[in-house]
Nanobody, 128 residues
Framework: QVQLVESGGGLVQAGGSLRVSCAAS????????MGWFRQAPGKEREFVAA????????YYADSVKGRCNISRDNAKNTVYLQMGSLKPEGTAVYYC?????????????????????WGQGTQVTDSS
């Protein structure tokens, strides 16, 4: 069983930056990909970014391209999300997710239903 634990949320100001982390644990943690999603109050969960776990490959939502970076530390089983120039609508719960099997089309990274494991989320709140 895989467990994902997010951390690093909190109060941020519009225009500021955030960095959240996701630590994974499990007997044999070796996902195909890891993703970050966010869910604002009253809205559906939306894709933010994803990364291949054992190969080069990162994917970003159009809304965050150029101001967002997803990275990973395989030795620590941890994936990170760093985002700058936060917009007021950046207030949300940020979730990380893991996908076990291959993804053949890049657009399939965008769908929450394509991920097998989820963390409990970390709250990021606009303090402006």
């Amino acid at each position: 069983q895989v467990q994902l634990v997010e951390s690093g949320g909190g109060l941020v100001q519009a225009g500021g930056s955030l960095r959240v982390s996701c630590a994974a644990s499990g007997r044999t943690f070796s996902p195909y990909a890891m993703g970050w999603f966010r869910q604002a109050p009253g809205k559906e969960r939306e894709f933010v970014a994803a990364t291949r776990w054992s190969a080069v490959g990162t994917y970003y939502a159009d809304s965050v391209k150029g101001r967002c970076n997803i990275s990973r530390d395989n030795a620590k089983n941890t994936v990170y999300l760093q985002m700058g120039s936060l917009k007021p609508e950046g207030t949300a719960v940020y979730y990380c997710a893991a996908r076990n099997s291959m993804i053949f089309r890049s657009s399939n990274y965008y769908y929450p239903s394509n991920y097998d494991y989820w963390g409990q989320g970390t709250q990021v709140t606009d303090s402006s």
